[in-house]
């Protein structure tokens, strides 16, 4: 089955820096790649998603990029804030099981002050 | 809209009881799911569901049941709990494939 790796597990920053954080997914019939936002004792929340057909997509600071043949995509945070902070989850789908996802194990970003 | 919603939100069960999880969202949402989440492990599925009277297993679905007898509800069951089954479910549903998928707010389950 699907297979996604997600990289640094940790993540700390100064506010006002960039954050990255990489996942790698191994099906290459993958065809949608969400990331997830989620706060203390909180359900995750959609924060950006891109599909296959696209190599990169932006919300304000947010960015994602896909790479297709690398089977690698990548969330970009500009200008961080505290607000920022959480665990990020990135995730993968395949038509062949419909919405299922297969997900990261998550990275905490820190920003601080 | 209410979305998606769980219940109970706080459980604790003794080894070998048997309990059901409610799930229901009410935006005629064709697909839905359970994961759950431990930690330092992300989500994983345990299973999922793509319309009314089908089921699917997923990443690890051993322990639990589901069914689908209306687009609205998709219960999960826990046969005999076991303490490896602590740990916080989530439903989530959505309307097709590759779409936004809506979370609901959690269940946290301890088993002793």
């Known amino acids: 089955g699907e297979n996604v790796e997600q990289h640094p597990s940790t993540l700390s920053v100064q506010e006002g820096d960039s954050a990255v954080i990489k996942c790698t997914y191994s099906?290459?019939?993958?065809?949608?790649f969400p990331w997830y936002k989620q706060e203390l004792g909180k359900r995750p929340q959609l924060i950006i998603d891109?599909?296959?057909?696209?190599g990169e997509k932006k919300d304000q600071r947010i960015a994602v990029t896909l790479n297709k043949t690398a089977k690698h995509f990548s969330l970009h945070i500009t200008e961080t804030q505290p607000e920022d902070s959480a665990v990020y989850f990135c995730a993968a789908s395949t038509s062949n099981s419909g919405y299922a996802l297969n997900f990261g194990k998550g990275t905490s970003l820190l920003v601080t002050p | 809209n209410a979305g998606v919603t769980q219940t109970p939100k706080f459980q604790v069960l003794k080894t070998g009881q048997s309990m059901t999880l409610q799930c229901a969202q009410d935006m005629n949402h064709e697909y839905m799911s359970w994961y759950r989440q431990d930690p330092g492990m992300g989500l994983r599925l345990i299973h999922y569901s793509v319309g009314a009277g089908i089921t699917d297993q997923g990443e690890v679905p051993n322990g639990y049941n589901v069914s689908r007898s209306t687009t609205e509800d998709f219960p999960l069951r826990l046969l005999s709990a076991a303490p490896s089954q602590t740990s916080v479910y989530f439903c989530?549903?959505?309307?097709?494939?590759?779409?936004?998928?809506?979370f609901g707010e959690g269940s946290w389950l301890t088993v002793v």
């Open positions: 989530a549903s959505t309307r097709e494939s590759g779409n936004t998928i809506y």
């Open positions: 099906d290459s019939a993958s065809n949608y």
């Open positions: 891109i599909r296959s057909n696209v």
